[in-house]
């Protein structure tokens, strides 16, 4: 959002194998990753950072109902993260398991339910836009590229049967802003 936006930020990223030396430390203020540093003040959570840097910098939608359908949105990708984290952490490799086995009895299952419900919103957005919510780039929106991004790691044919999906990501992946982001940012697979 911050590149998107043209709001310059510090993008620090650790690795893996040092968490446990920072986990403890500032500015990892509830013990976990990642989080949001501004003026001093620190900002824990995914969630609550994706709705505070969307709220700041126009990514949540042009009416209280834009707004409340954007939310519902990340919620629903919220749950579904929760629901693939069996094949999440396999793949990984935060733990053991049969990443081919949790494929399909976990992970492609839970895709078609949520692909289905975003597929869905795109196509009945009056606006037409191949946005989720509205005529314009929202952060529902980035979670699902991002989504797309990471999962296309272990799952290569990831949006196979799912156009819409499929038109959503490469609509976003063209956006200059994007582009160059995702062209210059470092390599991070989570």
Not at 4 to 11: E, H, M
Not at 51 to 70: C, D, I, K
Not at 89 to 96: F, P, Q, R, S, T
Not at 175 to 184: R, S, T
Request: net charge negative; glycine share 6%; charged share 25%.
């Amino acid at each position: 959002m911050f590149a998107l936006a043209n709001v310059p930020y510090i993008d620090r990223r650790f690795a893996f194998e040092d968490w446990p030396k920072l986990k403890g430390s500032h500015p990892f203020i509830f013990g976990q990753s990642p989080v949001l540093e501004v003026d001093g003040k620190v900002l824990a959570e995914s969630n609550t950072i994706n709705r505070f840097v969307a709220n700041r910098y126009g990514f949540t939608g042009n009416s209280e109902w834009e707004r409340a359908q954007v939310d519902s949105l990340a919620d629903l990708h919220h749950t579904y993260f929760n629901r693939v984290r069996p094949f999440y952490g396999v793949a990984c490799k935060y733990w053991e398991g049969d990443q081919q086995a949790l494929l399909h009895s976990n992970f492609l299952p839970e895709r078609d339910h949520f692909f289905g419900i975003l597929t869905k919103f795109i196509e009945d957005n009056e606006t037409k836009s191949g946005f989720l919510v509205g005529d314009s780039v929202m952060y529902a929106d980035l979670l699902l590229l991002s989504h797309v991004l990471i999962f296309r790691n272990w799952v290569p044919e990831l949006t196979d049967g799912w156009p819409r999906i499929a038109e959503h990501t490469d609509k976003l992946k063209s956006m200059p802003k994007m582009a160059e982001y995702l062209a210059n940012r470092p390599h991070s697979i989570q």
